[in-house]
Each structure stands twice: as C-alpha cells, then as structure tokens.
C-alpha cells in the first residue's frame, strides 16, 4: 500500500472515529425519556393573560408559548386554595383521599405540624424510579417541618418558601435552600427573579444522558405582590399587572434557556395556576375573566386555570383544547411518556393526556369533582354542572349554602353559571346525583393533616 492510500486510510478512520460520539450523543437525545417542566402560578385568574383574553396585561412570551403549543380552556385544578391543590397535582389524587384538605383548616400554616404523608407517591417519586433528576423551586405547601419537605418526596433539591408568603411567622417568610433557611424574612421584591436565575442555573446543568424533571411553583401572584424594580411601573393594570408580566418574563428565560441548551425538542413544558383569583384583594388580585366567582369557590372561576403545553415538534403548534383535563392527569401524563407507571396499590385520580398532546385522540377526563374544605360541592360530567352547595363570596368563617334542589348549569354554552336549568332537565339532574352517589362509595377520606398542631 502506498503512502498516500495508507494517509487516506488513517484520515477516514479518523474522521469516522471522531463522527461516533456526535452520532451516538444524537441517537441518544432523540431516544432518552423526554425532560419535564411544571411552572405553576399562585392564585393567577384564568382571564390574567394575553392569550386568554386581559386587555392590558402583557404576556408576550406566553402568548408565544400558546401559539407555538397547545392552550386547554377546560383545564382544572384538585382544590380551589394552595395546599389541596398541589396535593392533588404532585400525587394525582384527590386531596380527600390523602387528609390534604379539612374542614377545620383551609391550608397548611406556620403553627401546622402536618403535611403530605410519606406514603403519598408523587410526580418526582415516579420519575425518580425511572432515573431523572428532579428539583423543586418555589412555593411548597406541602408541609414546612422536615419530614415533609421536597427532598422527602423524591426532589434532590429545593429551593424557595415553604408556605404562603403572607404567612408572616418568627419575624417573616423564610427563604430555604433544601432543608436550611438561608433568609429572613425573605426580600420578596426579588423572589420571581432568584427562581427564574435557579431555574435556569438547574436547567444549565443538565446533560443529555439523563433526562429531567423541574417544578417552579411560583410564589406570585399571591398576595402580597411584589414586582422587581425592572417590571415596577411597567403595567398600565397596576402592581398586579407588573407582577403577571414579570412571571411572563420568568416563563421566556426558561423557554429561550431550553433553546440555547438543545433540550427544547424533547421537553413538555407545562404553564399553569394552583387556583383562581383572589378576589377580595380587589386591585391586588387578578380576574376569572368570563368565569363565574374565584379563589376559595368551587364555581368555575376558582377552579378552571389558564394552562398551556409546550413540546415543540410533539405538539401541533397553535392547538386549542375545549375537552377537560386536570392537574391531577399531569401524574399518568408524565408516567406513560416517561416509560414509567402510576402506583396501583391505591386509588388514583390521573388520566393519560398523552393521545390530547400528540393528536391521537380525545381526552380521556369526561368527569370534574369539585372538592373543597373535605367536602364534594359539586360535580361535572361533559358539559352539565351540578352544584350541591357552593360559597361565593368566600366567607371563611360561614358555612356553605346548601342548594336543594341543586343548580344545574350547562358550563359549555353558560362558562359563567350565570343560568341554572335544572327544573327544565330532571332527567340531568338525576343521572349527575348517580354519578355522584358512585363516586362517593369509593372514597375513604384519609385522616385529616391540615388540623394536626404543631
């Protein structure tokens, strides 16, 4: 062999040998389980955003995201206040079967000594097993004592407040980093901006060997709301108006982080709010827009959220969903995607969105039960709603109304529950009472946590 021929030789082999790594780095991407990121408001109204509809508040990087994703109109929560509803989304049950919501206590406190029990199995648990890095970032309210904390629960990480920032205890909100307060009281004009910085800092360390799962449940809009000086001023609706856009902002550094790292093609992106407006802070709460009541109710207006997911190339692009769907499906969602599986040693309240996402079919949730306090209010089943008590407005200290007969309203045509037609469909409200009654007959209420003290 001649000189030449065996320098063209070594060359290919050198070139083929340096290609492998590239090739096999690629299959590896395209084939490894898709990344997770769950970005969860507090207290954001389904009618706070561009995209679903406020005149004057400016979402640009959401409305982005819905264009380029795929926007749920019928999308609900497992409670309509903070700690029930993040039982319901990071277990996949109803908050009646795990003791997360009481009828002594509306949520978790300083002075709590429950929280969610070990036995509960969540989101970063089942993805755990199937070998992901997780992290918490944000508001918890799942229990603040150490044995309830998110590295309890299947995150290797946290960072953020361990309850509702208005919860003022041995001289103001604590800010934590795993299972130590690194400040107090926590400086809460910056908080949305050191949660976007950790998130994105976690989402910078990933590599494409394993994949990840990030929940950023945000402590804004809850009141008190607090802007940073770069988003003060900047909304013609006020502080409020600064706040949402801030999370706006929040929202585009970590879609463009996932961009600039190559994730993006194989991450599910979900946007989302843990209840409805808090419509007794006036000016300082957002809006339900068209919906019926807010925060605290089991109308429509405290517990249908403005949600959004976002896969680019997974995901038909500008896709609209009027079907249901629920924080609680984000559980089966995730496990089916990943590889995994939800526990079958309990009752569970997740459905698979999968075929939704990808275009493959209908959704599988055709029923709502709208909880709260430890008690079912009301239930929905397609497009008929029936009310068996409600509260609206919230009064903490009163008790519910008691509908006898119940309001039956027809939530497709009437989102706003504006006009109760019971009397002219019996047959409706008779066959959403069986619904209910069977319902009931598989529920065991777990022992109540939120009433335990310290």
Not at 49 to 64: A, E, S
Not at 84 to 112: C, E, Q
Not at 325 to 352: H, Q, V, W
Request: glycine fraction near 10%.
């Amino acid at each position: 062999m001649s000189a030449a021929n065996t320098f063209r030789n070594i060359l290919r082999i050198s070139v083929l040998w340096a290609m492998l790594p590239l090739v096999n780095t690629t299959d590896r991407i395209q084939a490894a389980a898709p990344n997770f990121v769950i970005i969860f408001c507090d207290d954001l109204g389904y009618g706070d955003l561009g995209c679903f509809g406020h005149p004057n508040i400016r979402t640009p990087n959401l409305d982005r995201m819905a264009a380029d994703g795929q926007k749920w109109t019928s999308f609900y929560v497992a409670a309509p206040v903070c700690t029930p509803s993040r039982a319901g989304l990071l277990t996949g049950r109803l908050p009646i079967r795990n003791g997360m919501t009481s009828p002594k206590r509306v949520v978790l406190f300083p002075d709590s000594g429950g929280g969610l029990p070990a036995e509960e199995i969540t989101i970063a648990e089942i993805l755990k097993d199937q070998g992901y890095n997780t992290a918490c970032i944000g508001k918890w309210h799942l229990g603040h004592l150490p044995q309830f904390l998110p590295r309890t629960q299947g995150f290797d990480s946290y960072f953020g407040i361990p309850y509702s920032n208005d919860m003022h205890a041995n001289g103001g909100v604590p800010l934590m980093r795993n299972e130590d307060v690194i400040e107090r009281p926590t400086d809460q004009t910056t908080v949305t901006k050191r949660y976007t910085e950790a998130a994105v800092e976690f989402l910078k360390s990933q590599d494409a060997e394993t994949p990840f799962f990030l929940y950023l449940p945000h402590t804004m809009p809850h009141i008190p709301i607090f802007a940073s000086n770069d988003f003060k001023g900047r909304s013609s609706r006020g502080l409020y108006g600064d706040v949402v856009q801030e999370l706006d902002w929040s929202v585009g550094q970590i879609l463009q982080t996932l961009r600039d790292t190559g994730f993006s093609q194989n991450t599910l992106v979900v946007f989302t709010s843990d209840n409805g407006p808090w419509l007794s802070q006036k000016l300082n709460g957002g809006s339900a827009g068209l919906l019926r009541a807010g925060k605290g109710t089991t109308f429509e207006g405290g517990m249908r959220v403005p949600t959004i997911f976002w896969w680019p190339d997974q995901i038909k692009a500008g896709s609209v969903v009027t079907e249901m769907g629920c924080t609680t499906d984000l559980m089966a969602t995730f496990a089916s995607l990943a590889g995994g599986s939800i526990p079958n040693d309990r009752t569970m309240d997740s459905l698979d969105l999968t075929p939704v996402l990808q275009g493959n079919g209908p959704s599988p949730r055709k029923s709502m039960f709208y909880y709260t306090r430890g008690e079912l209010y009301a239930v929905r089943h397609e497009n008929y709603k029936l009310h068996l008590r409600s509260r609206e407005p919230v009064h903490y200290g009163r008790p519910p109304i008691e509908h006898d007969p119940p309001l039956l309203y027809d939530v497709e045509v009437d989102p706003g529950e504006q006009y109760d037609i019971a009397e002219k469909n019996p047959n409706v409200v008779a066959r959403l009472k069986r619904l209910i009654e069977e319902h009931r007959s598989g529920v065991q209420p777990a022992p109540d946590q939120l009433a335990i003290p310290l």
